[in-house]
């Protein structure tokens, strides 16, 4: 028969000693895994929630996360998912097998992953098995920084794609594949990070952040990812329209990215230092933006069936959801402020 499954918490009774101290027993299960012995210190914290936190501080314990894929069991199309699935898990050792070895098909297969993942490198392998680690830990990378970095990539992005319409040049975008990966690698990178401050308490206190505010810069990470993969969208309808066409970008649609550029940097900028009225103006400028839009596409549906008003819409779209993934943006941004700035009342 197999192990019973363990108890994730067990209720204890409080004593009095000396007539003016509580204490309370430690499980000794814990103790032991812990590796910790008489007089051996522990910390106790006193949580916002009003919870006590109890950390091994002297343990001489370590613990790492390590995946096993079996390559053989998994269909070809899918094992990438389940590389990042590991890689997102905060797996320190990627472990993968193949009972018939590996062809260069998997190998580039990996070489894709290990360039889409941050601070991964392949540390062992033989003709059936291959390691991968993670070199880095996720408490040294500041979240806030790897989130400026997406900003920057989205923003110079749209920038060089106006640049391409209204010069014709193309050459603006020859690296947008080059960036759009960026994006998505630091939305992999982040996206694991904040799993693993979920997870543990000494990365939450390493990266300064509580569980609920790592939460919400998830939400942050995957709207600028999509805000990205629209300015990537908006880079190929301009390189596959052609370089020699020029498009006047003081009209509609284009004419609202300028407008777009600034709110969302008024919303970056309100990530690390909290300015709410900053972030109400440019949520409300947002909503208007995506109404001009709207009015602006069933504008263009109704007047004309050309292959221009078809390619104006799908700018137009792009530009709209982009406006919208903004407007999500400022609504994180609020509940993170109203939810610094709540008390918690204690009832008795």
Known sequence: MGQPPRRKSEVRRLQLTGGST?????????????????????????????????????????????VDLALDEI????????????????????RIRSKRGFDSKDRKLLRRF????RGIEIVNENDKMIEIESLVSAGSLPIHSSLNRMYLLVRTALKDVIESLSTGDQSYLEDINDREDEVDALRLLIERQIGQILE??????????????????????????????????????????????K???????????????????????????PNIEEVHEAKLQLRRNMKILS?????????????????????????????????????????????KNSNIVVYE
């Open 295 to 339: 009015d602006f596409e069933d504008e263009k549906w109704g007047g004309s069936n050309t292959a221009d008003a078809i390619y104006i819409n799908r700018c137009s779209e792009s530009i709209r959801r982009l406006c919208a993934y903004a407007s999500d943006m400022a609504e994180i941004l609020l509940n993170i402020h109203v939810h």
């Open 22 to 66: 509580y204490i309370v027993s430690l499980p000794k299960r814990w103790v032991k895994e812990h590796g910790l012995v008489a007089k051996d210190q522990i910390r106790v914290e006193w949580r916002p929630s009003g919870n006590l936190r109890i950390i091994p501080e002297t343990s001489a314990i370590s613990r790492r996360r390590e």
């Open 75 to 94: 269909p070809p199309k899918l094992a990438i998912d389940h590389l990042i699935a590991a890689y997102l898990s905060g797996a320190g050792i990627i």
């Open 247 to 273: 498009v006047d970008v003081n009209v509609l649609p284009f004419s609202l990215i300028p407008s777009w550029l600034r709110a969302l940097k008024e919303l970056n900028s309100n990530i690390k230092r």
């Open 114 to 117: 290990i360039s889409i993942g």
């Open 200 to 245: 543990s308490a000494y990365i939450e206190d390493s990266a300064g952040l509580s569980r609920w505010e790592a939460s919400e810069l998830g939400n942050i990470v995957r709207t600028f990812e999509r805000m990205g993969d629209h300015v990537y969208t908006l880079g190929q309808l301009v390189v596959n329209r052609g370089s020699v066409t």
